[in-house]
């Protein structure tokens, strides 16, 4: 099991997690750590693709100081596949992304 965390910001989306081969993500975490609701896109992105169309979370608003989890989803990445995220907060690490995957 591996734990990545990666501070997401407003304009271009960041990776959250890149595969470095065959993956299995169990569980995402957005933290909140700020006092006013921030909104966030989160994607899945796959291997050489540049645009961002295949949104998973669209417009998700996360009150300060909380945390959404997603823990439902199973998601299966390919080597260079990512989960990306952005949002509307220009407030410097107030949303921060922790991620649980595991080789497979």
């Known amino acids: 099991m591996a ?10 989306p960041q990776s959250m997690v890149t595969a470095a081969g065959n993956i299995a993500v169990t569980t995402v975490y957005l933290c909140n ?16 693709v540049t645009n961002f169309d295949n949104i ?3 417009n998700l608003s996360i009150a300060g100081f909380d945390t959404y989890i997603m823990e439902q989803e199973r998601l299966i990445l390919g080597l ?11 407030s410097f690490n ?5 991620v649980s995957f595991t080789s497979i």
Do not use: C, E, K, W
């Open 33 to 48: 750590r700020s006092p006013v609701t921030v909104t966030t896109n989160v994607y899945i992105v796959a291997n050489g």
């Open 3 to 12: 734990i990545q965390s990666t501070v997401i910001t407003s304009g271009t």
């Open 94 to 98: 107030s949303l921060v992304a922790t």
């Open 56 to 58: 998973i979370y669209s």
């Open 80 to 90: 260079g596949d990512s989960i990306q995220a952005n949002t509307d907060s220009v």
